[in-house]
């Protein structure tokens, strides 16, 4: 904490705990929200971070932690890429120096963290299940002096989850004391007719208005007829008044709202009322995503997840390099290209057009893609019934968000043996977002599922040929590959396929008998071997099948080396290296066997050298590894 920074953030800097918000006087809150803004820009813009989505919920953090008994009231931010003004004022406002770094805290809230993440998010439309789960048992154990918060965006709210979620909590009526906020920054539910739907929240909100609206129920359930008429006039005039209710109403939840975001004293009037009522209850909340930023506000989904940036000029767009592209353009070009060779080609994206490389397809072939939003579920078992109908649907995903699909994938495409083929996005590990969102395990549980072709491409024009064959092939198909670029190997534009199940082999080995090494690897981990293999006089194997191995490459390489090493950038249990062992065992083989992948636990934080380095799967540990084996069997 310097003296500058006191100075610049005077008010900010006297809060290191919501008790010491709660001592301010709630006519000095709009002064906070100005201040903490301005040092979140100021600190993302060094970090990187989710930037938009946390300028837009300063005051909605601040309004909660102000009249709330955090962390007894627990704040379930969902996602959380709107949580950072919320970390700042929990004791973490000198920490955010190290966010998303290796060694500091994380970009979403987490329960080792800090006692003020009630619950660990990142996934979406995770917040009202989480919520409700902690208000219930909260009831039970007759704790009925605790509100239970659930923050959710208009985007998560279009997850099954949360349906669910809400369909659930309208079931309970006194004593569940759970609070939606809906926090609207895109206009996703239909806006409100005039200014009186506002109103109507703050009124209806009252304790007095509360109070009658409760005895009339009281007194109308003795006559049944009367009491549903009054229910279903309430249901109609607040509807007429305020259209987003319905939704809400259906699950017979009290809605209220919507009311602005970004007026924290009203913010702070209105949760007080709330917070004398019973729940569960839904709080609309409109809100400008990038507020405060105007390059932000004007752009928000370039800043809704950044780089450090000069925060004076904001973000320069680096045009793109077509001679090393990333992973994603690879895949954003061979869907335009089989796109116009293939009319039955759709594509299909989990709320990630941008992320996924889907914005020119959609432009070129409108009929022919779909963004679903953020429904994982629905996206495999819609591409299931396209591909009934004799559609090719591809699925652009990221691979920690296709887990959340694991069902579908199994049941309703893997099952019956649909054409559907997977382009999974971010496999292996992806750096800053962390545990939540490093795709390592998609290779064991594709690997698992019957009639499934998992590929892991090498570099870039594989990742073309591989795309090319997962479709034509008519079963499914999933191509994994990784985030960012590759080593920059092109290839042209043909859309040529793979023999199914064959590998190839770059390095043979030269040492001499008795130290000769294969190296077996999948995907990403090819090339980044290579300067060892070649180092070691070792034989190289790209492997590019995970599913079905190349049985007979692999049997070759036990017989004629002395070590065999496995190598992906997944998960060891189930994985790629453990098909190459059960291989092995079948075949009698008893050559000797290093595994390299990621060891029986989660993985932080942190850039992807780092971490590559702290599971030992960059080359100066795997090559300590192989010279170890080597100079245990010499002293045996």
């Not at 008790?19 to 709009?30: K, N």
């Not at 995770?126 to 918060?149: E, F, P, Y």
């Not at 579920?377 to 887990?403: D, E, K, R």
């Not at 043996?417 to 999974?424: E, R, S, Y």
Request: charged residues 20%; proline residues 5%.
């Amino acid at each position: 904490m310097t003296t500058d920074a006191k100075t610049k953030y005077p008010l900010l800097f006297g809060i290191d705990s919501p008790e010491d918000l709660r001592a301010l006087s709630v006519e000095t809150l709009p002064m906070v929200a100005d201040e903490i803004r301005r040092f979140m820009i100021e600190s993302v813009s060094k970090t990187g971070g989710h930037l938009a989505s946390s300028l837009g919920a300063v005051e909605l953090a601040l309004a909660l932690h102000y009249v709330f008994n955090t962390p007894e009231d627990p704040i379930v931010w969902d996602v959380g890429h709107q949580a950072y003004a919320h970390k700042i004022i929990t004791g973490r406002r000198d920490a955010m120096a190290g966010l998303r770094h290796y060694g500091g805290i994380s970009g979403f809230p987490k329960r080792s963290e800090s006692p003020y993440d009630s619950f660990g998010t990142a996934h979406s439309s995770t917040s009202i299940s989480a919520a409700l789960g902690m208000a219930v048992a909260d009831h039970l154990a007759g704790k009925n002096d605790r509100w239970h918060i659930a923050v959710i965006g208009d985007g998560a709210l279009t997850g099954g989850m949360a349906v669910e979620a809400l369909n659930h909590a309208g079931i309970y009526k006194d004593g569940v004391k759970l609070l939606i906020i809906l926090n609207d920054n895109n206009c996703s539910i239909s806006p409100a007719v005039g200014a009186l739907s506002g109103n109507l929240g703050k009124l209806v909100a009252t304790g007095p208005v509360w109070k009658a609206r409760d005895l009339s129920k009281r007194a109308l359930k003795g006559w049944p007829g009367l009491w549903e008429l009054a229910k279903r006039m309430e249901k109609q005039t607040v509807n007429f008044l305020s259209p987003p209710s319905s939704l809400f109403s259906t699950f017979d939840l009290n809605y209220f709202g919507p009311i602005d975001g970004h007026d924290v004293v009203e913010l702070v009037k209105l949760l007080t009322n709330l917070r004398k009522l019973d729940g569960p209850i839904v709080l609309h909340v409109k809100t400008l995503k990038g507020k405060g930023y105007a390059p932000a506000e004007a752009d928000p989904t370039t800043y809704h997840g950044v780089s450090p940036f000069d925060p004076k000029v904001g973000i320069e767009k680096k045009p793109a390099d077509p001679s090393h592209p990333t992973y994603t353009q690879v895949f954003s070009k061979w869907v335009c290209d089989m796109g116009e060779a293939d009319p039955q080609l759709y594509a299909i994206t989990p709320a990630m057009r941008e992320g996924s490389g889907l914005v020119e397809f959609e432009k070129r072939f409108p009929e022919r893609y779909r963004d679903v939003a953020i429904a994982e579920q629905h996206a495999v078992t819609y591409a299931a019934g396209l591909a009934c109908a004799g559609m090719h649907p591809v699925v652009a995903i990221y691979s920690s968000f296709a887990q959340r699909a694991y069902d579908q994938i199994l049941h309703d495409v893997a099952i019956q043996n649909l054409g559907v083929t997977f382009a999974i996005d971010r496999g292996g590990i992806v750096g800053a977002d962390g545990a939540t969102h490093h795709g390592v395990f998609d290779l064991a549980f594709l690997r698992s599922i019957p009639n499934m072709t998992v590929m892991a491409p090498s570099d870039e024009a594989e990742t073309r040929q591989m795309l090319t064959t997962a479709v034509k092939l008519g079963t499914p198909a999933a191509v994994r590959y990784p985030r960012g670029k590759g080593p920059g190997i092109l290839g042209g534009d043909e859309l040529t396929t793979l023999e199914v199940g064959k590998s190839r082999t770059l390095l043979t080995a030269t040492a001499p008998a008795g130290r000769r090494v294969a190296f077996l690897a999948f995907g990403s981990m090819v090339y980044d071997l290579k300067p060892l293999a070649e180092k070691l006089g070792a034989t190289l194997v790209d492997m590019r099948f995970v599913k079905p191995l190349d049985r007979d490459a692999v049997i070759e390489a036990a017989k004629t080396h002395d070590l065999l090493v496995t190598a992906e950038e997944g998960v060891k249990a189930g994985g790629a290296g453990a098909g190459i062992l059960e291989i092995l065992a079948d075949e009698g083989l008893t050559v000797p066997v290093l595994v390299e992948g990621i060891a029986d636990r989660f993985v932080e934080h942190g850039t992807k050298e780092q971490l590559m380095k702290d599971l030992a799967l960059d080359t100066e540990s795997i090559e300590s590894a192989v010279l170890k084996r080597f100079s245990q069997r010499e002293t045996q």
